[in-house]
């Protein structure tokens, strides 16, 4: 069995916290929320309620107590995804003298890291099943696509099943928040792509709050935040992030679970040359879906 190391950039610490942080504005989902521990390929965790709704509750004087069964608790689990990366490069490229850089396998294996964070970022954003796997098929962990169901914003105006694409609005984004908002939610962030991004900039409201110069001379475009009826919704571009669809979440509520955190691995030599993976194991941690939302059937188009 190889070696563990740090390779990559020789820091150490620890792989998986590397990785997370090497290119947060490439991956801002997985860089932003937080991470806990799997202890199997299916890792589960428990969701509750507070077991009842807001009532008038007064007693009288010498009132008998009464108490309420509480609710059951819900089971829900992710299956863990096994990802890898890794190069080789032969024993003369790596002593030979190079410009710019003094390990050929070094510079390699930081862009293996790199690429493992996109990688994870891709999973997040695009994995819309929960595959269990078996000895001829890779598990798969369930995304965003799979995960957010309850407060889906689709466009079905005739017959069901059928979607048709339309602007993104100011008021679809908040039926979007008022549906979470009425499951217990507080979403904070918004996750659109790049051209979603545009279109957002381009709308026109009074909830809009634009980046200001310090001296306030100038306005720019670019828009970080909306002000709406539910409190602050940051907007995040994800450029892993297909057209059509955005994700309003809780990052608080989505964490990472490793089985087995990120490491470099030396490969036993069958050659003249140095081979290198890094490998890890993780899926996604879920809690209350009801207190996130998709918006999907948009239009990649800019409002007229």
């Known amino acids: 069995m190889g070696k563990n190391t740090y390779v990559a950039v020789g820091n150490k ?4 916290d590397l990785i997370t942080n090497i290119a947060p504005y490439d991956t801002p989902i997985y860089s932003m929320i937080g991470k806990t521990t799997a202890i199997a390929t299916f890792h589960e965790w428990l969701e509750d309620d507070l077991g009842g709704n807001p009532a008038a509750n007064k007693k009288k004087e010498g009132f ?7 609710g059951t608790r819900t089971r829900l689990g992710n299956y863990t995804q096994i990802m890898s990366r890794g190069y080789g490069v032969t024993d003369t490229q790596e002593v030979v003298q190079k410009h710019g850089l003094s390990s050929e396998i070094a510079y390699h294996m930081a862009n293996a890291m790199k690429l493992i964070a996109l990688d994870v970022e891709y999973a997040y954003l695009n994995n819309a099943n929960r595959v269990a796997g078996d000895a001829n098929t890779e598990r798969e962990m369930g995304g965003f696509p799979y995960w957010i169901s309850t407060n889906v914003k ?7 099943g059928t979607h048709v694409p339309r602007d993104l609005t100011f008021d679809l984004i908040g039926e979007a928040l008022e549906d979470t908002w009425k499951e217990g939610g507080n979403p904070t962030t918004m996750i659109v792509s790049p051209r979603t991004k545009r279109i957002i900039g381009k709308l026109t409201a009074s909830q809009a709050t634009k980046n200001m110069d310090a001296d306030e001379t100038r306005l720019k475009e670019r828009i970080d935040v909306i002000e709406t009826d539910f409190g602050t919704l940051k907007i995040v571009v994800d450029r892993w992030m297909e057209n059509g669809k955005a994700y309003i979440i809780d990052p608080s509520l989505w964490k990472t679970a490793y089985l087995r955190p990120f490491k470099t691995l030396d ?11 890094i ?19 948009l239009l990649a188009t800019f409002p007229e």
Do not use: C, M
Not at 13 to 16: A, P
């Open 267 to 277: 490969l036993p030599k069958t050659g003249d040359a140095i081979k290198k993976v």
């Open 279 to 297: 490998v890890g194991e993780l899926t996604i941690e879920a809690r209350a879906e009801q207190a996130n939302a998709a918006i999907i059937d």
């Open 154 to 160: 689709s466009n079905e105006p005739n017959t069901p």
């Open 64 to 70: 008998e107590y009464t108490v309420t069964d509480p």
């Open 13 to 16: 610490e620890d792989l998986s």
